[in-house]
């Protein structure tokens, strides 16, 4: 087990080599010279050969990307080309917004999306089964914005019980909090409850075919301890994969979803340096992000020790 | 007896028979396809509406979508203007209109990009053994990156265009498709009859042409479906926050972002459109879901 985590643990490495190899070389690969292009079409020549010297892009690559590298392990991401304040400073100050944003999607989105597909295997064949399939699709199809739009314009303008837009932070109480991130989390969490809920229908009703169900329910054991406690469990494995690997699409949401709320995250900081290219913002987010995501899997194969005992590796 | 047995005369007799049996077979069949696949049926005829709008756009009572009228600006739905009108004045019934031209082009053209390089790169992994760790290794690498904050990162470094738009997401969704390919191949060549033309001497081009390529077809027309829809939503986002189809072009992220800072007190412009795409990416879903379930069932948990 120990060794098993060990591994699995080391395995990341490699995994952010590459990510940071890919997300660095961009500016290299890029076709034309990003230089200019970040720049904008007004810019000056001196302007040009400025950027190209904060960027690093008149040096040669391997040294550069080694000079990058050794800057990031010291958790250094750089200076934004716009502000010339540090990157990771930048990122800091936007994070609890984000942060609050995700972590209540992901709570809110298991609560809902796991009932609710136990349920559908539950009352397979049933209308039941068939409106929270209908949901799952449609889930998948509104794109992230119009949902936010939708539940904006009724919840916020026509019925008026929660704030339009905007943040409240943490500190200031955890009602206003909340308030303010109900609907950014229903919105961003309808393309990932969708997912859930699927992935927990399809397995539960493979689950609940097996004998030892069978076996339980002929000795009579209660109809919920069945469900949530014989199947659930061992159905968890596949569930929490999906979990693992929608929080990508978390994270792509939360850009959008900070957009539609005005709430001023790290989604936004990414948003406004497009606007302004300004390019080593985005990489320090792009990186960072990734190393969350890598991260979140990282737990979620550790986790599948705790649901099923029999792997071991 | 037996030459009149074989006569033509007598064999003459069976067209009679067939002539009155196409006709009900052909409706039958019709009918049969949209009982046993109604979610292929109903996503396809979707799809087929919104293409038949991408295309006759100019003949469905548009005016030109990037016509500037300042003279009537933010007009509500009306008679004249069905959809009413932007903050510049141009009709927001024909931008939404030529709008769906964008994203089908774009959906279209990444699923099919990603198949064809995804197909390339997985046999290329299932076969060349020591390539396949390397690849393998820069595919989870470059899936580790959230894939809206690749295109992001890719359309920052480059001027806003459609193709860029679609390079950006085909670049996110390439290693999907090759790990999928990669997985069919590892499969596939352990079966026997794959075995047994090695063995028979077949050269590798030919094993790779008629043995494993049909096999990956399957589940790669139901993947190249599912990222048809992903990349639509994809292109949606990307404009909407700045970083897409350059704004002179009506498209439906496009549309959104122009109407977002008025969206409180003329919700229909944002509407419209996110409507046309929702119903887009439905139809592409629906049929992405039926083909899943009529062309390998078991497919239905790997993707």
């Not at chain 1, 904006?152 to 303010?180: E, H, K, S």
């Not at chain 2, 404009?239 to 229909?268: D, H």
Request: glycine fraction near 8%; hydrophobic fraction near 55%.
């Amino acid at each position: 087990m120990y060794a098993y985590a060990a591994r699995r643990i080391l395995s990341t490495i490699p995994v952010m080599a590459v990510v940071a190899l890919f997300v660095f070389s961009l500016l290299y690969i890029a076709p034309g010279d990003p230089a200019a292009i970040i720049a904008g079409d007004q810019a000056t020549p001196a302007d040009v050969d400025r950027i190209r010297a904060s960027l690093g892009l008149d040096r040669p690559f391997l040294v550069r990307f080694g000079e990058w590298v050794w800057h990031v392990l010291n958790g250094d991401l750089g200076q934004s080309i716009f502000t010339n304040l540090p990157v990771t400073h930048m990122i800091a100050q936007r994070i609890e917004p984000t942060l609050s944003l995700m972590v209540l999607t992901l709570i809110l989105s298991i609560a809902i999306a796991v009932p609710a597909g136990v349920l559908a295997a539950w009352k397979h064949g049933t209308w039941i089964d068939r409106l929270v399939m209908i949901m799952a699709v449609a889930g998948f199809s509104v794109p992230v914005f119009v949902v936010g739009y939708v539940l904006a314009y009724t919840f916020a303008l026509q019925l008026d019980v929660l704030p339009v837009q905007g943040y409240t932070p943490i500190a200031n109480g955890i009602g206003p909090w909340l308030r303010n991130l109900v609907l950014p989390a229903v919105t961003l969490g309808s393309a990932f409850i969708a997912l859930i809920a699927r992935i927990t229908r399809a397995t539960m009703l493979e689950v609940l075919n097996q004998d030892y169900v069978r076996t339980a329910k002929s000795k009579g054991v209660d109809q919920h301890a069945i469900l949530f406690v014989h199947a659930l469990k061992n159905a968890a494995v596949p569930i929490v994969t999906i979990i693992g690997l929608g929080v990508a699409g978390l994270i792509g949401g939360a850009v959008v979803t900070e957009s539609v709320f005005a709430i001023p995250g790290v989604g936004r900081l990414v948003v406004d340096a497009i606007l302004r290219r300004d390019y080593p913002v985005i990489q320090g987010v792009v990186l960072m992000f990734s190393f969350v995501y890598v991260l979140v899997n990282l737990c979620v194969d550790l986790l599948y020790t705790v649901f099923d005992p029999r792997i071991r590796y | 007896m037996s030459t009149t047995a074989f006569d033509p005369g007598q064999h003459a007799a069976a067209p009679e028979l067939a002539d009155v049996l196409p006709p009900r077979k052909r409706r039958g069949r019709v009918a049969m396809f949209v009982y046993r696949h109604p979610t292929i049926a109903a996503g396809g005829l979707l799809l087929a509406i919104i293409v038949a709008i991408a295309i006759f756009a100019p003949l469905l009572g548009t005016v030109d979508p990037t016509a500037l009228a300042p003279a009537r600006r933010t007009r509500p739905p009306n008679a004249q203007y069905w959809f009413g009108t932007d903050m510049l004045g141009r009709d927001v019934y024909s931008r939404v209109l030529y709008g769906a031209r964008v994203s089908l082009i774009v959906g279209f053209a990444v699923a099919a990009c990603s198949a064809v390089l995804g197909m390339f790169i997985g046999l290329v992994s299932g076969f060349v053994r020591w390539m396949d760790a390397v690849v393998m290794r820069i595919m989870d690498g470059i899936m580790s990156i959230p894939s809206i904050l690749l295109a992001i990162a890719l359309m920052a470094l480059t001027r806003g265009s459609v193709q860029n738009v679609i390079i950006a997401i085909t670049v996110a969704e390439v290693p999907r498709v090759s790990r999928l390919v990669r997985g069919v191949v590892l499969t596939l060549r352990e079966q026997p009859y794959v075995e047994a033309a090695v063995a028979s001497g077949t050269q590798m081009p030919k094993i790779i042409l008629k043995h494993i390529l049909p096999n990956t077809l399957a589940p790669i027309t139901v993947q190249a479906t599912f990222i048809c829809a992903s990349a639509m939503i994809t292109e949606a986002i990307l404009s909407f926050i700045g970083a897409g189809t350059p704004p002179i072009i009506p498209s439906w992220g496009n549309i959104m972002a122009e109407g977002r800072a008025l969206w409180q007190v003329k919700p229909y412009i944002v509407f419209f459109p996110a409507v046309f795409l929702s119903i887009t990416v439905l139809a592409v879903n629906l049929l992405g879901d039926g083909l899943r379930d009529a062309l390998d069932p078991r497919l239905a948990k790997r993707i």
